[in-house]
């Protein structure tokens, strides 16, 4: 059986949680920060969790989670 390899940008875009879970950077904090008020900016630099329709598909590109840190 060939090894599967991983798509190295979705290496570099997600992180696996202890737990098995896909986390994100949100979008919106590129840019433009001047007329957006300090708490959605708080919020905003977290990370988040994928949505459930695209757990599926960012699975796919990791074939092996728990090493694209």
Known sequence: MPKLKTHKSA???YKVTATGKIQKRQAGIGH??????????????KMVDVSETH???????LPYKKYSR
């Open 11 to 13: 290496a570099k875009r």
């Open 32 to 45: 433009l920060l001047q007329h957006k008020s300090g708490s959605r900016k708080r919020r905003i630099f």
């Open 55 to 61: 757990v599926k598909l960012v699975s796919k590109e």
